[in-house]
């Protein structure tokens, strides 16, 4: 017998197999995953691996979606991990699907499994004679068993739904406009809720006159509870009213927040921290040649997650049952939460994932979510429709944390790197449940906070780096350097509520690593592909850094002649994920303005190929956007940021051409791709931009205002 | 509390009577009386562009359009792109491109387009991204929404 496979995680934690797999009458068969669509196409392809697993076409397969009622608790979809964890448990639960029912077929037919032959679900011996199919089986019953994990899933070479690309499954209703989304939902009896949220996030409510709102047309009901307003009515629109009239006829005492956007740096670098030495690699005879030291320092602001979309949920509240119709990246986290929230035990809380507006980490799904369940408590047995107005999102939802990253390096007489540090500065990076625990109750969801009996707020955690880490993602680089030394100093006082924002520390991380050795190349002279490719060893970083150089046409040791410049950027996510280069051109005049970028990608086996395309061009983009023009604003007092005009975005006018070339690795293990562009799409920008301006702009976003302040500084 | 007086106006070809107050932000009416959610909510400030629908076939918001300025006029939303049940060839070139992500901001960036194409069937990528210059598009599906835009216009994509 050949050794024990692996059992993927999310197996082992769900291992019913029919709490993966179903058989449908319609000879279609119905897979369940915990994972979430969130805009990343992942119900496709997790579709596509089923089908080939169970050797199905792909449209005789359908998918359900997170749901603490029917699919397996896969906790959270987030980090690029769906694909590797999500996927892996789907294929193995369909391998093993496929050969308990392969087994009985071949004892009904009398020919040895592995002489059946599957087709489209039509179960066949070479004869061809004798045949039955997955529906003519007893496949609620066999499949009413533990997985054992141990069924070897099918080998790449015969694959023939995965690796093609494939079409979204969810894109015809949302170009068509069928209801798809948490707030087109509808239900018999719906009412509108709204929350009016405290001016700022320590303030206490002092009044409230609620006989005024409860007297406004359409009001059904106003909630109080300790410093949580909100409003139920009607319709939609006298929701929106009596909100605006909760807001201006409350009263607060606010409290200061300890620092402001233009002091956020100096703030985080001189609080009390926890340091940790990240890696730590010596070699005395190396550091011995150095001949020449630099340094610099980078700095990223707090940035939104600004979803299209206001959070939305829908909730029922009957004594002792809830129900939410929720876009949570997370619906069993979620369910945990509420029933801690509300004192019921966790079966009385049911969580339904229905798709939200794009979502890039923990945003205001959640809150939104508990909102709901809130609002619709006032009005038992009546599904209230919930959503947050545009300044609810911006002044509420956990941001990604400003960081300050410093970077020391040495370089012999020749060039190379001898001696290279990075020191990084932050909040920690999550505010999920289940990263941090307590020893009593705590919960991630903000109106928890408010309430009268409140349920405190979970302390704020980091990711560990065994799953890649948070401030810290990325801040090890991969080039092969005698000595490197990196240390998180880990900031706890915490002036605005932060969270996970796509790939993290990752974002800073790799903007500062992969600035300064562009730093270093020019200072030794040297080209930055050229200087790249001479510390790297990893043959498949050195394959997208040279595809991407090529496909960008580079030209090594091109002078810029102070209007145009190109500069490249590379990352590994999170180190053991999917590699990327990028490669960014940008003009000085009449402005500054990036006209185009190029990017090679290597994530292993493309499970669909134009969906790993698609999301990398829309991580480049999202990325161009906060490296350009992404800060959230805000004082002493409050956030400033609350609307599409104090936090500008990127705009059509402003979109460079894209193109993204994928290198095929078929027989390596797939990885996720959502977060591989964020950081060095940063970089290549602002790599350059120093190349065409001959001066650096080391504070993101890379403003006029910055261009012009470097400027003056030489 | 008596209704207040209906507003009449036609949306995809059909003739709608709503007795809402005059000054309800149409999305609201479309979304919530008339169950037509291809329209989204993303600010209700007239900034984003998830809300756009054509009024007399130009491309208005409807989270800032109250309800007295319809009356009497022809509202198309993204349900009444696909005549018969048929995608129109501007949303048939967004599937085939695959241009979308979340999708939240689609169906207005598709009627912003429609409005476009109508007044310019051949424009230039400048052209283009001016007109969808007050769509925003958080997922970053940008690019791929030119080259639909561009295929549409039966040009070779080149964004
Ligand atoms: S929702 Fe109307 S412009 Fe944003
Ligand atoms: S596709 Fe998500 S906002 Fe455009």
Same mark, same amino acid.
């Given at each position: %017998?050949?050794?024990?496979i692996k059992?993927?995680?999310?197996?082992?934690?769900?291992p019913?197999?029919?709490?993966?797999?179903?058989?449908n009458?319609?000879? *279609?068969?119905?897979?369940?995953t915990g994972r979430?669509?969130l805009?990343?196409?992942?119900? *496709?392809?997790?579709?596509?691996?089923?089908?080939?697993?169970?050797?199905?076409?792909?449209?005789?397969?359908?998918?359900?979606?997170?749901?603490?009622?029917? *699919?397996?608790?896969?906790?959270h979809?987030?980090?690029?991990? &769906?694909?590797?964890? #999500?996927g892996?448990?789907?294929?193995?639960?369909c391998?093993?699907?496929?050969a308990?029912?392969?087994?009985?077929?071949?004892?009904?037919?009398?020919?040895?499994?592995?002489?059946?032959?599957?087709?489209?679900?039509?179960?066949?011996?070479?004869?061809r004679?004798?045949e039955?199919?997955?529906?003519?089986?007893?496949?609620?019953?066999?499949?009413?068993r533990?997985?054992?994990?141990?069924?070897?899933p099918?080998?790449v070479?015969? !694959?023939?739904?995965?690796?093609?690309s494939?079409?979204?499954?969810d894109?015809?209703?949302?170009?068509?406009g069928?209801?798809?989304?948490v707030?087109?939902m509808?239900?018999?009896g %719906?009412?509108?809720?709204?929350?009016?949220?405290?001016?700022?996030?320590?303030?206490?409510?002092?009044?409230?006159?609620?006989?005024?709102?409860?007297a406004?047309?359409?009001?059904?009901?106003?909630v109080?509870?300790?410093?949580?307003?909100?409003?139920?009515a009607?319709?939609?629109e006298?929701?929106?009213?009596a909100r605006?009239?909760?807001?201006? #006829?409350?009263?607060? *005492?606010?409290?200061?927040i300890?620092t402001?956007?233009?002091?956020?740096?100096?703030?985080?670098?001189?609080?009390d921290t926890t340091?940790?030495?990240?890696?730590?690699?010596?070699?005395e005879?190396?550091?011995?040649r150095?001949?020449?030291t630099?340094?610099?320092? !980078?700095?990223?602001?707090?940035?939104?997650?600004? &979803?299209?979309?206001?959070?939305?949920?829908?909730?029922t509240?009957?004594p #002792?049952r809830?129900e939410?119709?929720t876009?949570?990246?997370?619906?069993?986290?979620?369910?945990?939460?509420?029933?801690?929230?509300?004192?019921?035990?966790?079966?009385?809380?049911?969580? =339904? =994932?229905?798709?939200?507006?794009?979502?890039?980490?923990?945003?205001g799904?959640?809150?939104?979510?508990?909102?709901?369940v809130?609002?619709?408590?006032?009005?038992?047995?009546?599904?209230?429709?919930?959503?947050?107005?545009?300044?609810?999102?911006?002044?509420?939802?956990?941001?990604g944390?400003a960081?300050v990253?410093?970077?020391?390096?040495?370089?012999?007489?020749?060039?190379n790197?001898?001696?290279?540090?990075?020191d990084l500065?932050?909040n920690?990076?999550?505010?999920?449940?289940?990263?941090?625990?307590?020893?009593?109750?705590?919960?991630?969801?903000?109106?928890?906070?408010?309430?009268?009996?409140?349920?405190?707020?979970?302390?704020?955690?980091?990711p560990?780096?065994?799953?890649?880490?948070?401030?810290?993602?990325?801040?090890?680089?991969? !080039?092969?350097?005698?000595?490197?030394?990196?240390?998180?100093?880990?900031?706890?006082?915490?002036?605005l509520?932060?969270?996970?924002?796509?790939?993290?520390?990752? !974002?800073?991380?790799?903007?500062a690593?992969? &600035?300064?050795?562009d730093?270093?190349?020019?200072?030794?002279?040297?080209?930055?592909?050229?200087y790249?490719?001479?510390?790297?060893?990893?043959p498949?970083?050195?394959?997208v850094?040279?595809?991407?150089?090529?496909k960008?046409g580079?030209?090594?040791?091109?002078?810029?002649?102070?209007?145009?410049?190109?500069g490249?950027?590379?990352?590994?996510?999170?180190n053991?994920?999917?590699?990327?280069a990028?490669?960014?051109e940008?003009v000085?005049?009449?402005?500054f303005?990036v006209?185009? %970028?190029?990017a090679?990608?290597d994530?292993g086996?493309?499970?669909?190929?134009?969906?790993?395309?698609?999301?990398?061009?829309g991580?480049?983009?999202?990325?161009?956007?906060?490296?350009?023009?992404?800060?959230?604003?805000?004082?002493?007092?409050?956030?400033? &940021?609350?609307d599409?005009?104090?936090?500008?975005?990127?705009?059509f006018?402003?979109?460079p051409?894209?193109?993204v =070339?994928?290198i095929?690795?078929?027989?390596e293990?797939?990885?996720?791709?959502?977060?591989?562009?964020?950081?060095?799409?940063?970089?290549a920008?602002?790599?350059?931009?120093?190349?065409a301006l001959?001066?650096?702009?080391?504070?993101?976003?890379?403003?006029?205002?910055?261009?012009?302040?470097?400027l003056?500084?030489t | 509390?008596?209704l207040?007086?209906?507003?009449?106006?036609?949306v995809?070809?059909?003739?709608?009577?709503?007795?809402?107050?005059?000054?309800?932000?149409?999305?609201?009416?479309?979304?919530?009386?008339l169950?037509?959610?291809?329209?989204?909510f993303?600010?209700?400030? $007239?900034?984003?562009?998830?809300?756009?629908?054509?009024?007399? $076939?130009?491309?208005?918001?409807?989270?800032?359009?109250?309800?007295?300025a319809v009356? $009497?006029?022809?509202?198309?939303?993204?349900?009444?792109?696909?005549a018969?049940?048929?995608m129109?060839?501007?949303?048939?070139?967004?599937?085939?491109?695959?241009?979308?992500?979340?999708?939240?901001?689609?169906s207005?960036?598709?009627?912003?387009?429609?409005?476009?194409?109508?007044?310019?069937?051949?424009?230039?990528?400048?052209?283009i991204k001016e007109?969808?210059?007050?769509?925003?598009?958080?997922?970053?599906?940008?690019?791929?929404?030119?080259?639909?835009?561009?295929?549409?216009? $039966?040009?070779?994509?080149?964004?």
């Amino acid at each position: %017998m050949s050794a024990a496979i692996k059992v993927p995680p999310m197996l082992s934690a769900n291992p019913r197999l029919d709490r993966w797999v179903k058989f449908n009458d319609d000879r *279609t068969a119905t897979v369940f995953t915990g994972r979430v669509e969130l805009g990343q196409g992942i119900i *496709t392809a997790l579709t596509q691996i089923a089908a080939e697993e169970l050797d199905l076409t792909f449209e005789q397969v359908r998918i359900v979606d997170a749901d603490t009622e029917l *699919t397996p608790d896969e906790g959270h979809t987030s980090g690029s991990r &769906s694909i590797s964890e #999500g996927g892996s448990a789907m294929r193995s639960a369909c391998a093993e699907v496929r050969a308990v029912l392969l087994a009985e077929a071949a004892r009904r037919l009398d020919i040895p499994a592995d002489r059946l032959v599957v087709e489209e679900g039509r179960i066949t011996g070479a004869d061809r004679i004798r045949e039955t199919t997955y529906w003519n089986l007893p496949h609620a019953e066999l499949l009413d068993r533990a997985a054992t994990g141990q069924v070897p899933p099918k080998p790449v070479a015969r !694959y023939t739904v995965v690796g093609r690309s494939a079409r979204r499954l969810d894109i015809p209703d949302k170009l068509t406009g069928r209801p798809r989304f948490v707030a087109d939902m509808k239900l018999p009896g %719906m009412l509108h809720g709204r929350v009016a949220r405290p001016p700022s996030f320590g303030a206490k409510l002092v009044s409230i006159d609620e006989a005024a709102i409860r007297a406004m047309p359409g009001v059904v009901a106003v909630v109080r509870d300790g410093d949580f307003l909100g409003v139920v009515a009607e319709r939609e629109e006298q929701a929106v009213k009596a909100r605006k009239a909760m807001i201006a #006829g409350s009263r607060w *005492t606010e409290q200061p927040i300890p620092t402001d956007a233009a002091d956020i740096y100096r703030f985080i670098e001189t609080r009390d921290t926890t340091d940790t030495v990240i890696v730590e690699r010596r070699d005395e005879a190396a550091l011995a040649r150095a001949a020449k030291t630099f340094e610099s320092r !980078y700095a990223k602001p707090y940035v939104a997650h600004a &979803s299209l979309g206001p959070s939305c949920a829908l909730a029922t509240f009957d004594p #002792g049952r809830i129900e939410v119709w929720t876009h949570s990246q997370g619906v069993y986290p979620l369910q945990r939460e509420l029933a801690e929230v509300f004192g019921l035990p966790v079966p009385s809380v049911v969580a =339904h =994932h229905v798709d939200g507006p794009g979502c890039y980490g923990h945003n205001g799904a959640d809150d939104a979510a508990l909102d709901a369940v809130l609002l619709a408590r006032a009005v038992p047995g009546r599904p209230v429709m919930l959503q947050w107005m545009r300044d609810d999102e911006f002044a509420w939802e956990p941001l990604g944390p400003a960081m300050v990253v410093k970077t020391r390096a040495a370089v012999d007489a020749a060039g190379n790197i001898v001696d290279w540090s990075l020191d990084l500065w932050s909040n920690g990076h999550t505010q999920r449940p289940g990263v941090v625990v307590t020893t009593e109750p705590s919960v991630s969801l903000l109106a928890a906070w408010h309430l009268e009996k409140p349920v405190p707020r979970i302390p704020q955690g980091d990711p560990a780096m065994s799953g890649g880490g948070g401030m810290a993602r990325n801040a090890e680089v991969i !080039y092969a350097l005698p000595n490197q030394k990196v240390v998180a100093h880990r900031v706890e006082e915490l002036p605005l509520r932060a969270s996970t924002l796509r790939a993290l520390g990752a !974002y800073a991380n790799v903007f500062a690593g992969e &600035s300064f050795i562009d730093e270093l190349a020019e200072a030794c002279g040297a080209d930055p592909v050229e200087y790249r490719l001479r510390h790297m060893q990893n043959p498949r970083a050195r394959a997208v850094i040279e595809l991407a150089a090529q496909k960008a046409g580079w030209v090594s040791n091109e002078k810029s002649d102070g209007t145009k410049g190109r500069g490249i950027a590379f990352a590994q996510y999170k180190n053991g994920y999917g590699y990327i280069a990028i490669v960014a051109e940008v003009v000085l005049e009449p402005e500054f303005r990036v006209m185009r %970028m190029v990017a090679a990608v290597d994530v292993g086996l493309a499970i669909n190929p134009d969906g790993i395309l698609n999301q990398t061009e829309g991580g480049i983009l999202q990325a161009l956007s906060w490296t350009l023009k992404e800060q959230v604003q805000f004082d002493r007092e409050r956030i400033l &940021s609350r609307d599409w005009e104090t936090y500008p975005v990127l705009t059509f006018s402003e979109v460079p051409k894209v193109e993204v =070339h994928l290198i095929d690795r078929r027989d390596e293990e797939p990885l996720g791709a959502g977060e591989t562009p964020t950081g060095p799409t940063a970089a290549a920008v602002a790599n350059a931009l120093a190349h065409a301006l001959g001066v650096r702009v080391r504070e993101l976003p890379l403003t006029r205002e910055r261009i012009i302040a470097a400027l003056e500084r030489t | 509390m008596s209704l207040p007086e209906p507003t009449r106006f036609t949306v995809n070809g059909t003739a709608h009577s709503v007795p809402a107050e005059p000054d309800t932000p149409l999305l609201y009416v479309l979304r919530n009386d008339l169950d037509l959610k291809g329209a989204k909510f993303g600010c209700g400030l $007239g900034q984003c562009g998830a809300c756009t629908v054509l009024l007399d $076939g130009h491309a208005v918001n409807a989270c800032d359009t109250p309800l007295w300025a319809v009356a $009497g006029k022809q509202v198309t939303t993204v349900e009444g792109l696909a005549a018969g049940g048929t995608m129109s060839r501007l949303q048939q070139a967004f599937l085939d491109e695959q241009a979308v992500q979340c999708g939240y901001c689609i169906s207005g960036m598709l009627m912003s387009a429609t409005a476009l194409l109508e007044r310019t069937p051949d424009p230039t990528l400048d052209q283009i991204k001016e007109a969808m210059d007050r769509n925003l598009c958080r997922c970053g599906t940008q690019a791929r929404i030119l080259r639909a835009i561009q295929r549409a216009a $039966g040009q070779g994509a080149s964004a």
